[in-house]
């Protein structure tokens, strides 16, 4: 049976986008349950709706309180009886109600190599701004589970990607999200897949793993 998944999204859903493409493909043994967005002019909503997975709207300002707000989530969770929680680019901190109920079951992609820019406000373009500030010559790709804090849970894969004198912003941020497209489907087939040992901070991946690079 494959793992039940709800993807969280409050932009473009880019990386959503390569999720449902491996699945299409036959590399990703999830399916997908429930699309659940902050921004209802999301263009995540249109993937989901496109390939006819239930969506949601659901933000903070819509409730008295974070306890209903948490709720809400749960309950919609609940109904579709969601196995495992796939952040993909969604911009909101989730309840801490939410972590606690799927501990070690959220899972989230980060343009940087973590614990390098990352935490509050390190999002987006200010991830590759930072990077090209401070001068490094690496950036990349963090995929990790989430825990209570920014940016913090254990690591289960990181890609490198190298940062080219002639880079920009722009140009940076295009490379990482090619390598975020080409590595979240894998730290996800391999969860699916029951591969993925966690203990404490550290996450190991049993032999056969998708963890390494294929053309694709
Ligand atoms: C990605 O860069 C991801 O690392 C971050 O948010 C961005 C989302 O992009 N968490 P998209 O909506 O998947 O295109």
Not at 113 to 138: C, D, Q, R, S, T
């Amino acid at each position: 049976m494959s793992m039940r998944c709800a993807v969280f999204a409050s932009g473009g859903g880019s990386n959503f986008q390569a999720l449902l493409d491996r699945k299409a493909k036959g590399d990703l043994s999830v399916e997908f349950v429930l699309m659940i967005g902050n921004n209802s002019k999301a263009a995540a909503f249109d993937r989901a709706r496109s390939n006819n997975i239930p969506s949601l709207h659901i933000a903070p300002s819509h409730f008295h309180s974070e306890e209903e707000y948490a709720q809400a989530m749960i309950a919609a969770l609940t109904e579709a009886q969601t196995e495992f929680i796939v952040l993909a680019g969604y911009m909101k901190m989730l309840p801490s109600r939410i972590v606690k109920e799927y501990r070690n079951k959220i899972i989230n992609i980060h343009p940087g190599l973590l614990p390098a820019f990352g935490g509050k406000g390190m999002y987006g373009m200010n991830v590759h701004k930072a990077v090209l500030e401070y001068g490094a010559k690496i950036s990349g790709v963090t995929v990790h589970f989430v825990d209570e804090e920014y940016d913090h849970g254990p690591v289960i894969m990181q890609k490198a990607v190298d940062v080219l004198d002639d880079d920009d912003a722009e140009a940076l941020a295009s490379r990482v999200l090619e390598a975020e497209h080409d590595t979240y489907w894998r730290a996800l087939e391999d969860i699916a897949l029951g591969r993925i040992c966690v203990d404490g901070r550290r996450v190991s991946v049993s032999a056969g793993g998708v963890a390494s690079s294929s053309p694709g």
